[in-house]
């Protein structure tokens, strides 16, 4: 594992230093280090443009990526389907309403107020489902099965705003949901680093508490697990993570669902190692695709949203094909 980990901390430095120095305005290698270190011959706008624009677009892309990877990690132990992301508990689709609601509905709502109807929207989503799925203890099947159908229609219900919204408003929230960073400042990495400092921490605690669940229902009450009142603590702590990543960047999908089959492959089912790598793999996935968004076509930039669209849709249709013969 060691090496691993090791050779993705390679990778996302590679990813670090390409999104510092590509962009509108290129900065040579040499220019690059003397600003980082603030030597006194280095020019004072190369500070403004890596320090005020590009290292918080990375950083907060890195951390989108990490919350939603373990996000997948989790999704996939407590439904223990190989197929599960985040957006089964309703995460996407109730974010994507409650912003496309505080637009259409408010005019001119101020942007700050977006990211936090996503994740109260993501959250309310979640609740519903887990209540309506109850019925003496719940089931990964039910929550799998509720999850699809409110999300489905939140997402009429989003279609139907954006058919009757002013044309300038379903832009603004389209431009939300298309899932980017280029909004990125310190304060939103400062926030989204200090909001995910408990779920993580309480999910590094529940690591045992993976293990065991994903075993199924009767073999884990059978160890002695409280199977209802975990999986209610990790969805919320799931709801916790991915809401607030979504609320960062808008709908990054297929990195929760990607990440952990990786993490999976390299070293092993045990949750111990699952979820730092999956971290790891998370981060460089959403570094990558912004990086790639921003100057494959240059000037002109595609969401980071879209890219790793383009990438996990062919990437699930691999897992259906592979788990074909799986039985339901």
């Not at 962009?23 to 600003?35: A, E, F, N, S, V």
């Not at 995460?91 to 700050?112: D, E, T």
């Not at 408003?169 to 400092?197: E, F, K, N, P």
């Not at 045990?270 to 999956?278: A, K, M, N, Q």
Request: glycine share 10%.
């Amino acid at each position: 594992m060691t090496r691993i980990v090791g050779t993705l901390f390679m990778v996302l430095t590679g990813l670090m230093i390409a999104g510092l120095s590509y962009g509108d305005y290129p900065i040579p290698l040499d220019q690059l280090i003397k600003t980082i270190l603030r030597m006194p011959d280095a020019p004072a706008y190369l500070d403004m443009i890596v320090f005020d624009l590009r290292m918080p677009r990375l950083l907060l892309s890195m951390l989108v990526g990490a919350a939603l990877a373990v996000a997948g990690a989790i999704t996939q132990a407590i439904m223990r389907n190989p197929l599960a992301e985040p957006g089964l508990l309703g995460i996407n689709a109730g974010a994507a309403l409650a912003v496309m609601l505080v637009i259409v509905a408010f005019k001119n709502a101020p942007v700050s107020l977006l990211p936090w109807a996503g994740f109260l929207g993501a959250g309310a989503m979640a609740m519903m489902i887990y209540l309506l799925s109850w019925r003496n203890g719940t089931a990964s099947l039910r929550i799998i099965l509720i999850g699809i159908g409110l999300s489905s229609l939140a997402g009429a219900a989003s279609t139907v705003l954006s058919t009757y919204g002013a044309i300038t408003d379903v832009q603004r929230a389209l431009i939300w949901l298309s899932g980017s960073v280029y909004h990125a400042d310190w304060t939103y990495v400062r926030t989204l680093a200090l909001w995910l400092v408990g779920p993580v921490t309480l999910t590094l605690f529940s690591l045992r508490q993976l293990d065991l669940i994903c075993f199924g229902d009767a073999v884990a009450h059978g160890l002695g697990q409280r199977v209802n009142l975990v999986r209610v603590l990790m969805i919320s702590l799931c709801t916790l993570i991915s809401g607030a990543a979504v609320a960062a960047a808008g709908l990054i999908g297929f990195v929760g669902l990607i990440a952990p089959h990786i993490a999976r492959r390299l070293v092993g089912p045990g949750h111990r190692r699952i979820l730092p790598v999956s971290a790891l793999i998370g981060a460089v996935l959403v570094m990558a695709a912004d990086l790639l968004g921003r100057t494959v076509i240059a000037p002109s930039q595609l969401p980071a949203g879209l890219v790793t669209a383009l990438i996990g849709a062919p990437f699930f249709g691999y897992l259906l094909w592979k788990h074909r013969h799986v039985p339901a």
